[in-house]
């Protein structure tokens, strides 16, 4: 009987053990990882979300390109041997369909204004939340960190997001939730400051919830 080998981590932890205990990688199970490069540790860091495979990297060329830190609370499942070639091949599809993922995701994370990548961000980290969208909100400093901006600018815009009623939620240690109008939402300007005024009362009435009368 196989035992599968589970690896859980808080928000925050660093893991290097990318090619796990039997050298064949991880899949990852749930919460929200980002990949920050092993030898360029100052270059864009990448996502993973759960489903995606980590490590093969190792078992492919002998050394994992990346090392991993926790965005919110992480499980980790260590993978078996590939039973036949057409496994193996069906994982590095799976490889290679994730790196183009990641690289879109990517592009969304560090380009455009804050208000816009912190958007994107938590559209992400909802997609592989709870049954009904919750989103644990990574710490400050690694959200900042992700989408290359300030703490401090990006606490201004979830406090925004929150005025504008995009997104409730009153601590990061608590589930939150994005609206569904967050995805299609014209956020104004002044998201990173800490009061935007009456804009985010005129930009909100633009955007009603779904289903309620303007």
């Known amino acids: 009987m196989i ?7 808080e928000a925050g932890d660093s893991f290097d053990d990318l090619a796990g205990p039997g050298g064949h990688g991880w899949r990852l199970s749930a919460g929200a990882l980002r990949l920050d490069p092993v030898e360029e540790p100052g270059r864009p860091a990448l996502l993973a979300l759960p489903g995606d495979l980590l490590g093969l990297e190792a078992s492919l060329k ?23 070639p057409e496994q193996a091949c069906s994982r590095v599809r799976l490889l290679l369909e994730q790196q183009w993922r990641r690289a879109v995701q990517m592009t969304g994370l560090r380009t455009g204004g804050v208000p816009d990548r912190v958007r994107h961000l938590l559209l992400l980290l909802s997609a592989c939340g709870g049954a009904d969208g919750d989103v644990l909100l990574p710490r400050l400093r690694d959200l900042a960190d992700t989408i290359d901006s300030t703490p401090e600018s990006v606490s201004r815009v979830i406090t925004n997001l929150r005025r504008l009623q995009l997104f409730t939620g009153a601590s990061y240690e608590r589930p939150h939730h994005p609206d569904a109008a967050l995805a299609a939402a014209a956020l104004p300007a002044g998201m990173t400051c800490s009061r935007a005024g009456a804009q985010l009362v005129s930009v909100r009435s633009q955007h009603p919830r779904p289903g309620r009368p303007a």
Not at 3 to 9: A, E, F, G
Not at 73 to 83: E, F, I, V, W
């Open 62 to 84: 002998g050394r994992c390109p990346y090392r991993v830190r926790a965005l919110v609370p992480s499980s980790l499942q260590g993978l078996t041997a590939a039973d036949d």
């Open 3 to 9: 035992t599968t080998i589970t690896c859980c981590l």
